[in-house]
């Protein structure tokens, strides 16, 4: 594709969501840097824009996300060959590529839905998993793709599946590299909700405009402490709640929220 690197991303914003869709349909919208960039970009204007609520990430054409884009782009030096590797080369690309884009989903502090309108694989199917909420239309495939490429799973992948669905399903996913149909990923606990192709948009925005409506620092600080869970011990657990509510009894939304209670109204949310 030809442009600039934000033409890899399209972006809108609309009733407080930030909406985020992978533009290489050509390419599935495999992952090259310009796409990577603008998206770990995007999440982090996100986190600092108090009117952004929530995010939604999507793609176009048929795909959501086919992975890692493993051709080279055109004019680029060709790849270093495994004799001309020095040691740290791989590590260091995986750490800087596709291990920043995870962690730039998991470390927003808004809401991220994932609106799967297709297949997705590898860093793609990785990129939905690290989302808080998934929704998936029924034609999407979730594919553990590696092993058909003789490779480790990255992009957080063996964090991401043991903490879904446990080690043995994560493995059987992983090492077989079978394509897991939308209904399916829904039963095993990979996706919460699954809808017809056309629907995928409305519910997406039904989704987001609810949770933009909500309070957004207790959702985030919610998020926080959801996604440390499973690697904290109870004390550590429990001292991080307590920390999450006093900080998040000093917002206005908080105060609001207690005050709507005892006068019996509905509570009006500023995201503050």
């Given at each position: 594709?030809?442009g ?9 914003f609309e009733?407080?969501?930030?909406w985020i ?7 599935m919208?495999a992952?090259?840097?310009?796409l990577?960039e603008?998206?770990?970009?995007l ?10 609520r ?5 793609g176009?054409g ?16 060709a790849p270093a060959?495994?004799?001309e590797r020095v040691?740290g080369?791989v590590a260091?690309?995986i750490?800087l590529g596709a291990q920043?884009l995870?962690?730039?989903v998991l ?8 609106a799967?309108n297709?297949?997705?694989a590898g860093l ?5 998993l690290a989302c808080?909420?998934v ?7 979730f ?10 799973p990255?992009?957080?992948g063996?964090y991401?599946l ?12 992983m ?7 939308a ?6 606990g ?6 017809p192709?056309?629907a ?5 925005r039904?989704?987001a405009?609810?949770?933009?409506q909500?309070p ?5 600080l919610?998020?926080?402490?959801v996604n ?6 109870r004390?550590?657990a429990?001292?991080a ?16 929220g207690v ?6 109204r509905?509570?009006?949310?500023r995201?503050r």
């Amino acid at each position: 594709m030809t442009g600039t690197p934000e033409d890899t991303v399209l972006h809108r914003f609309e009733s407080g969501v930030s909406w985020i869709t992978l533009n290489r349909p050509e390419a599935m919208n495999a992952v090259n840097q310009d796409l990577r960039e603008r998206v770990i970009g995007l999440l982090a204007e996100a986190s600092a824009d108090p009117d952004v609520r929530v995010v939604v990430i999507t793609g176009t054409g048929k795909g959501f996300c086919s992975g890692a884009d493993l051709r080279p782009a055109p004019g680029a030096p060709a790849p270093a060959t495994p004799a001309e590797r020095v040691v740290g080369d791989v590590a260091r690309m995986i750490r800087l590529g596709a291990q920043r884009l995870i962690t730039a989903v998991l470390d927003c502090e808004k809401p991220v839905i994932a609106a799967v309108n297709g297949t997705t694989a590898g860093l793609g199917a990785h990129l939905a998993l690290a989302c808080d909420l998934v929704i998936a239309a029924e034609p999407a495939r979730f594919i553990e793709v590696f092993v058909r490429r003789g490779l480790v799973p990255d992009a957080g992948g063996a964090y991401l599946l043991p903490r879904l669905i446990g080690p043995q399903k994560a493995k059987e996913l992983m090492f077989f590299g079978d394509a897991v149909p939308a209904a399916e990923a829904e039963r095993l606990g990979l996706v919460n909700k699954v809808v017809p192709a056309e629907a995928l948009e409305e519910t997406a925005r039904e989704w987001a405009e609810r949770l933009a409506q909500g309070p957004t620092r207790a959702l985030a600080l919610t998020k926080q402490l959801v996604n440390a869970s499973l690697d904290s011990d109870r004390a550590t657990a429990l001292a991080a709640e307590a920390t999450a509510q006093e900080l998040n009894m000093s917002t206005a939304d908080a105060n609001e929220g207690v005050a709507a209670f005892v006068e019996r109204r509905t509570p009006k949310y500023r995201g503050r």
